[in-house]
């Protein structure tokens, strides 16, 4: 291949791209820009996936600037082509084109030139492609579109959360739901909604470093996004690729400290282009006014440049306001510029809050509650639906009167559409927790070692002895070796063996803070009872993980106990057990409380029992009761947790590495008032408004039936396993609703997309996959459809082919040309073209005369009754009759044209009627509430100029098509 700077290429693989134009050649590599889709591609000079664009005299051309010419001659200069002919608006003569000048939307691949070329499809084929067409459109038109397919049980609140935020340009939200109600699950949710649409292309996660596996893993798992982890070594590595590293990935994922310590990444991350910022555990990022943290400059220093932020957050308002208002500044800092005049704000929705309780219980609004509600909404507004409220009017008007008061209030209320926040007291479906304390008599090796090690112990800081402290069996191994088997002697391995095969029909999650400590449970547990454990830690891969994972949730023949490290653990849900064992406690309310959301989480639908073994006389006894007794942890979840531990963390601290109980009982007092205290704090506070919000009531349900409609779709299934044996993948059932899939020497390409190398276990069944961790859940959205099906439009699959009519009521060798169109518009995928415009088929089927039977004669039903052609008599069968071939085609065009005009209407009023509706709507709430940015205001009146442009061009391209000949036997 030989290529110039200027010339006009098009893609073989992706035909949508539109025209390229080569903007950069190296000894290696080629660059070519597709303006019509505003995408690059770098290629191998050597074999790159292109075609060269070069016409011929007598073909017509179209101009960047709209005008045609008609060729007469072509003239080639270094390469580069320069078109000579006919104006064809105009005239006039001897024009000159360089091909640099040529329309970016200029179409190619005819299926009819390959259909008289003898290129014939199996009729099968033929088929797919009409029905991946179809289902593409169905699903790019769906409203619930990126939140189908990720491996997740459908919780309404989660997906109202999605659905609301992940629709809009640039999102820029709080996401503050208590533990264990699916932050993480909502902001993947709202991602993947952000990306299948466009408005999303490259993404940065920061996390604390001890979470970057967890979203790994939850962003690939459930959503099919592939982050990679940044730290010093990957980009040392990237910088051969690319002088900043940060431009080597699209979806990048790192810890909150990496950036904070090197200044030189951190400038790097803000030089890269970012669409969206998503910050987790937002409530570690200390903020004053004077004297914001390093964090938190980084974190602002971000989010200021990207459009797009999600700030998650476990830690309510209530428990440090400043800290909140310092969360919602990043988010806005010309909205939320001053600490004074928030909390000003916010109190002026306080007792509004406390009407919408009176309103939802149906009692009667007080005189000051009615005040508040119409200084809020205004008079106009409000005094009618007070009216209906207090007359004699029947049921179903009062209830329809109050929703409309409370919806009002939620539009506008303060930070209502900044912040999301559920509560356990406002979502129900939880566990109730039953804890076991366990006091155990402590071995006399554990005792001499700790001994030693508290007289050698001296130049470790407080807070390493503590934490030394609470782990005997490592102290043991220090003086004995790494051989020896404290196993064999601890008491709490002894009870751990009687619980288990005491409890033997059930599983059992066994939590240790060390991954050393779970492998040598397991030993204990294989070598002295047989029982079948697996391990799950943090030097395992991903794979391994899952696999382990599996086995655990496998009913029969699978492991009946999972012991993990405190890491190992991390965002992974067993909610198919309901017994915890604590072999040791972490060392802050936090781990604690993640430790239990492992079970504890919606969805659980048994009582849950945690068993806390601990050894009398040490530091765990200690911190157990404080957990306990101070902090209620086990029992209940503790937000106020953290602050309680950071009131009281020196004591506690300096109790546990002496191993003292002097002061232990004025500490559990204190921690117990000052949680009963916060508790208050939190209720009294506990903004119901917001959480109504949040919840999204029954619209989160209707949300939630529309999604689990679509589950179980026999349409999906069928069109998926012929997909999957079209391309040449090898399908084995494997029963309990699972299908192995395997790539073949004889696929279509080298390589499928979203399938790995040594293949994957699939199931099209929500339940299955989510309690196997090792099975992928197949929905319209995942990459194996959606790769698949771009694979068969890229690759031509299907655009032709030739069948038989075994019907005697027509003479023999009677034709039919069944003609398949789409209509569609070259647009960047961010402008949203596809959720109004998506490629449209469009059938038109024609007898021999060219009379349009498209109404009369269904695919479906039709395509029954017709049989398949070898390629050697379909060949013929088409030379036979190629003028009349050419001319049913040339009759199917104006068929299919007189219905552009009608899709391009249709696609306009919808796309006018949502937007201008969401438009109308957020200009009004502008008004009330300043939550509203401008820039999202402006952001939609651009859509809905760039969007009517972009539909008024919509094209009419011929896709496929069947020759169809009657015969009769």
């Given at each position: 291949m030989t290529f110039a700077l200027g010339q006009r290429w098009i893609s073989d693989t992706e035909s949508d791209l539109g025209l390229g134009t080569v903007v950069a050649i190296d000894a290696r590599t080629v660059t070519l820009m597709f303006a019509a889709s505003e995408e690059n591609r770098v290629y191998a000079r050597h074999d790159a996936p292109v075609t060269r664009v070069a016409f011929n005299v007598g073909d017509t051309i179209d101009s960047q600037e709209g005008w045609s010419l008609k060729v007469d001659k072509v003239i080639e200069d270094q390469g580069v082509l320069t078109y000579q002919g006919t104006r064809q608006?105009?005239?006039?003569?001897?024009?000159?084109?360089?091909?640099?000048?040529?329309?970016?939307?200029?179409?190619f691949n005819k299926p009819q030139d390959k259909l008289f070329a003898g290129q014939i499809d199996r009729m099968d084929n033929f088929v797919l492609r009409y029905r991946a067409l179809n289902n593409q459109y169905q699903q790019q038109k769906s409203p619930m579109r990126g939140l189908c397919g990720m491996r997740a049980g459908l919780i309404p609140h989660q997906l109202y959360i999605a659905h609301e935020v992940g629709r809009r340009h640039a999102p820029r939200v709080l996401l503050a739901d208590e533990v264990g109600l699916g932050k993480t699950i909502e902001a993947g949710m709202i991602i993947h909604q952000q990306v299948l649409s466009g408005r999303a292309e490259r993404i940065l996660i920061v996390v604390p470093e001890t979470l970057q596996h967890q979203w790994l893993v939850e962003m690939l798992r459930r959503f099919n996004l592939h982050f990679s982890i940044?730290?010093?070594?990957?980009?040392?590595?990237?910088?051969?690729?690319?002088?900043?590293?940060?431009?080597?990935?699209?979806?990048?994922?790192?810890?909150?400290?990496?950036?904070?310590?090197?200044?030189?990444?951190?400038?790097?991350?803000?030089?890269?282009?970012?669409?969206?910022?998503?910050?987790?555990?937002?409530?570690?990022l200390e903020w004053s006014q004077d004297n914001p943290s390093r964090e938190y400059q980084v974190v602002e220093a971000l989010a200021e440049?990207?459009?797009?932020?999600?700030?998650?957050?476990?830690?309510?308002?209530?428990?440090?306001?400043?800290?909140?208002f310092a969360r919602l500044r990043l988010l806005d800092s010309d909205r939320f510029y001053d600490y004074e005049a928030f909390v000003e704000e916010e109190e002026k929705y306080a007792p509004v809050a406390n009407a919408v309780t009176n309103l939802l219980s149906g009692q009667p609004l007080a005189n000051d509650e009615k005040n508040d509600i119409t200084d809020l909404l205004g008079e106009q507004d409000v005094e009618p639906l007070f009216n209906v409220l207090e007359s004699n009017a029947c049921e179903e008007e009062k209830?329809?009167?109050?929703?409309?008061?409370?919806?009002?209030?939620?539009?506008?209320?303060?930070?209502?559409?900044?912040?999301?926040?559920?509560?356990?007291?406002?979502?129900?479906?939880?566990?109730?927790?039953?804890?076991?304390?366990?006091p155990m008599d402590i071995p006399a090796q554990y005792e001499t070692?700790?001994?030693?090690?508290?007289?050698?112990?001296?130049?470790?800081?407080?807070?390493?002895?503590?934490?030394?402290?609470?782990?005997?069996e490592e102290i043991f191994q220090e003086f004995e070796?790494?051989?020896?088997?404290?196993?064999?002697?601890?008491?709490?391995?002894?009870?751990?063996?009687?619980?288990?095969?005491?409890?033997r029909s059930d599983k059992i999650l066994v939590i240790a803070s060390r991954a050393s400590t779970a492998l040598q449970l397991e030993q204990a547990l294989r070598e002295r009872e047989g029982i079948r454990a697996t391990v799950f830690h943090e030097g395992m891969s991903i794979l391994e993980r899952d696999k382990a994972a599996a086995y655990f949730a496998q009913e029969e023949g699978g492991a009946q106990v999972l012991i993990c490290s405190e890491i190992g653990s991390e965002g992974r849900n067993f909610q198919f057990a309901n017994q915890l064992v604590m072999f040791d406690l972490p060392f802050n309310p936090d781990l604690l409380e993640q430790r239990i959301g492992r079970l504890d989480r919606i969805g659980q639908t048994q009582d849950i029992?945690?068993?806390?073994?601990?050894?009398?006389?040490?530091?765990?006894?200690?911190?157990?009761r404080w957990f306990h007794e101070g902090l209620n942890a086990f029992e209940e979840t503790c937000p106020a947790g953290r602050i309680i531990y950071d009131r009281c963390a020196e004591r506690l601290i300096e109790l546990l590495a002496s191993v003292s109980t002097d002061g232990l009982d004025e500490i559990v007092q204190e921690s117990q008032e000052?949680?009963?205290?916060?508790?208050?704090?939190?209720?009294?506070?506990?903004?119901?408004?917001?959480?109504?919000?949040?919840?999204?009531?029954?619209?989160?349900?209707?949300?939630?039936?529309?999604?689990?409609?679509?589950?179980?779709?026999?349409?999906?299934?069928?069109?998926?396993?012929?997909?999957f044996d079209t391309v040449g993948l090898n399908q084995d059932d494997r029963g309990d609703n699972a299908i192995i899939l395997h790539p073949t020497e004889h696929m279509m390409v080298s390589s499928y997309p979203g399938l790995n190398p040594e293949g994957a276990t699939v199931t099209f069944d929500r339940e299955t996959a989510l309690a196997r961790e090792d099975v992928q859940l197949i929905t319209w959205e995942h990459p194996m459809i959606q790769g698949g099906i771009d694979l068969l439009m890229s690759e031509g699959v299907g655009t032709s082919a030739v069948s038989l009519l075994k019907n005697k009521a027509l003479p023999v060798g009677t034709i039919l040309m069944e003609l398949v169109y789409v209509v569609d518009v070259q647009a960047p995928k961010r402008s949203g073209i596809t959720r109004f415009l998506p490629p449209t088929p469009v059938r038109v089927m024609l007898d021999g005369k060219g009379n349009d039977l498209s109404a009369q004669v269904e695919f479906e039903g039709f395509n029954r009754q017709l049989s398949p052609v070898n390629r050697h008599l379909a060949s013929k069968l088409v030379t036979s009759v190629q003028t009349q071939v050419h001319d049913l085609i040339e009759a199917g065009m104006p068929i299919a044209e007189a219905q552009i005009a009608n899709i391009r209407a249709q696609a306009q009023h919808e796309m006018e009627q949502q937007l201008n509706g969401e438009l109308e709507r957020m200009l009004a709430l502008k008004a009330v509430n300043p939550n509203i940015r401008d820039e999202e205001i402006a952001a939609l009146q651009e859509q809905i100029t760039e969007l009517t442009d972009f539909i008024g061009r919509a094209q009419c391209q011929l896709d496929s098509l069947r020759l169809i000949v009657v015969a009769h036997n």
């Amino acid at each position: 291949m030989t290529f110039a700077l200027g010339q006009r290429w098009i893609s073989d693989t992706e035909s949508d791209l539109g025209l390229g134009t080569v903007v950069a050649i190296d000894a290696r590599t080629v660059t070519l820009m597709f303006a019509a889709s505003e995408e690059n591609r770098v290629y191998a000079r050597h074999d790159a996936p292109v075609t060269r664009v070069a016409f011929n005299v007598g073909d017509t051309i179209d101009s960047q600037e709209g005008w045609s010419l008609k060729v007469d001659k072509v003239i080639e200069d270094q390469g580069v082509l320069t078109y000579q002919g006919t104006r064809q608006d105009t005239q006039e003569q001897g024009i000159a084109l360089r091909e640099i000048f040529l329309s970016h939307q200029i179409r190619f691949n005819k299926p009819q030139d390959k259909l008289f070329a003898g290129q014939i499809d199996r009729m099968d084929n033929f088929v797919l492609r009409y029905r991946a067409l179809n289902n593409q459109y169905q699903q790019q038109k769906s409203p619930m579109r990126g939140l189908c397919g990720m491996r997740a049980g459908l919780i309404p609140h989660q997906l109202y959360i999605a659905h609301e935020v992940g629709r809009r340009h640039a999102p820029r939200v709080l996401l503050a739901d208590e533990v264990g109600l699916g932050k993480t699950i909502e902001a993947g949710m709202i991602i993947h909604q952000q990306v299948l649409s466009g408005r999303a292309e490259r993404i940065l996660i920061v996390v604390p470093e001890t979470l970057q596996h967890q979203w790994l893993v939850e962003m690939l798992r459930r959503f099919n996004l592939h982050f990679s982890i940044f730290d010093e070594e990957r980009c040392v590595e990237a910088f051969a690729e690319a002088d900043n590293p940060f431009d080597t990935q699209q979806f990048v994922l790192c810890s909150l400290d990496f950036l904070r310590k090197s200044r030189r990444r951190l400038e790097q991350a803000l030089e890269a282009d970012w669409d969206l910022l998503v910050v987790d555990e937002a409530h570690h990022l200390e903020w004053s006014q004077d004297n914001p943290s390093r964090e938190y400059q980084v974190v602002e220093a971000l989010a200021e440049q990207t459009p797009g932020v999600l700030l998650l957050t476990a830690t309510p308002e209530q428990l440090g306001r400043e800290s909140h208002f310092a969360r919602l500044r990043l988010l806005d800092s010309d909205r939320f510029y001053d600490y004074e005049a928030f909390v000003e704000e916010e109190e002026k929705y306080a007792p509004v809050a406390n009407a919408v309780t009176n309103l939802l219980s149906g009692q009667p609004l007080a005189n000051d509650e009615k005040n508040d509600i119409t200084d809020l909404l205004g008079e106009q507004d409000v005094e009618p639906l007070f009216n209906v409220l207090e007359s004699n009017a029947c049921e179903e008007e009062k209830v329809s009167a109050r929703q409309e008061l409370i919806t009002n209030l939620m539009d506008r209320h303060g930070t209502g559409r900044v912040l999301f926040r559920n509560t356990r007291a406002g979502v129900k479906g939880f566990p109730v927790r039953h804890v076991h304390l366990l006091p155990m008599d402590i071995p006399a090796q554990y005792e001499t070692s700790m001994r030693v090690a508290g007289m050698i112990g001296g130049k470790l800081s407080s807070e390493a002895r503590a934490i030394k402290m609470l782990y005997p069996e490592e102290i043991f191994q220090e003086f004995e070796g790494e051989e020896s088997s404290w196993w064999q002697f601890d008491s709490r391995v002894n009870w751990l063996l009687d619980k288990i095969k005491e409890k033997r029909s059930d599983k059992i999650l066994v939590i240790a803070s060390r991954a050393s400590t779970a492998l040598q449970l397991e030993q204990a547990l294989r070598e002295r009872e047989g029982i079948r454990a697996t391990v799950f830690h943090e030097g395992m891969s991903i794979l391994e993980r899952d696999k382990a994972a599996a086995y655990f949730a496998q009913e029969e023949g699978g492991a009946q106990v999972l012991i993990c490290s405190e890491i190992g653990s991390e965002g992974r849900n067993f909610q198919f057990a309901n017994q915890l064992v604590m072999f040791d406690l972490p060392f802050n309310p936090d781990l604690l409380e993640q430790r239990i959301g492992r079970l504890d989480r919606i969805g659980q639908t048994q009582d849950i029992d945690i068993h806390v073994p601990y050894l009398k006389g040490t530091a765990q006894e200690i911190l157990a009761r404080w957990f306990h007794e101070g902090l209620n942890a086990f029992e209940e979840t503790c937000p106020a947790g953290r602050i309680i531990y950071d009131r009281c963390a020196e004591r506690l601290i300096e109790l546990l590495a002496s191993v003292s109980t002097d002061g232990l009982d004025e500490i559990v007092q204190e921690s117990q008032e000052l949680n009963q205290v916060l508790k208050a704090q939190m209720e009294q506070g506990r903004d119901r408004l917001l959480e109504m919000h949040s919840n999204g009531g029954e619209k989160a349900q209707r949300i939630a039936e529309q999604i689990a409609a679509t589950d179980g779709d026999t349409n999906l299934v069928t069109f998926a396993i012929s997909l999957f044996d079209t391309v040449g993948l090898n399908q084995d059932d494997r029963g309990d609703n699972a299908i192995i899939l395997h790539p073949t020497e004889h696929m279509m390409v080298s390589s499928y997309p979203g399938l790995n190398p040594e293949g994957a276990t699939v199931t099209f069944d929500r339940e299955t996959a989510l309690a196997r961790e090792d099975v992928q859940l197949i929905t319209w959205e995942h990459p194996m459809i959606q790769g698949g099906i771009d694979l068969l439009m890229s690759e031509g699959v299907g655009t032709s082919a030739v069948s038989l009519l075994k019907n005697k009521a027509l003479p023999v060798g009677t034709i039919l040309m069944e003609l398949v169109y789409v209509v569609d518009v070259q647009a960047p995928k961010r402008s949203g073209i596809t959720r109004f415009l998506p490629p449209t088929p469009v059938r038109v089927m024609l007898d021999g005369k060219g009379n349009d039977l498209s109404a009369q004669v269904e695919f479906e039903g039709f395509n029954r009754q017709l049989s398949p052609v070898n390629r050697h008599l379909a060949s013929k069968l088409v030379t036979s009759v190629q003028t009349q071939v050419h001319d049913l085609i040339e009759a199917g065009m104006p068929i299919a044209e007189a219905q552009i005009a009608n899709i391009r209407a249709q696609a306009q009023h919808e796309m006018e009627q949502q937007l201008n509706g969401e438009l109308e709507r957020m200009l009004a709430l502008k008004a009330v509430n300043p939550n509203i940015r401008d820039e999202e205001i402006a952001a939609l009146q651009e859509q809905i100029t760039e969007l009517t442009d972009f539909i008024g061009r919509a094209q009419c391209q011929l896709d496929s098509l069947r020759l169809i000949v009657v015969a009769h036997n």
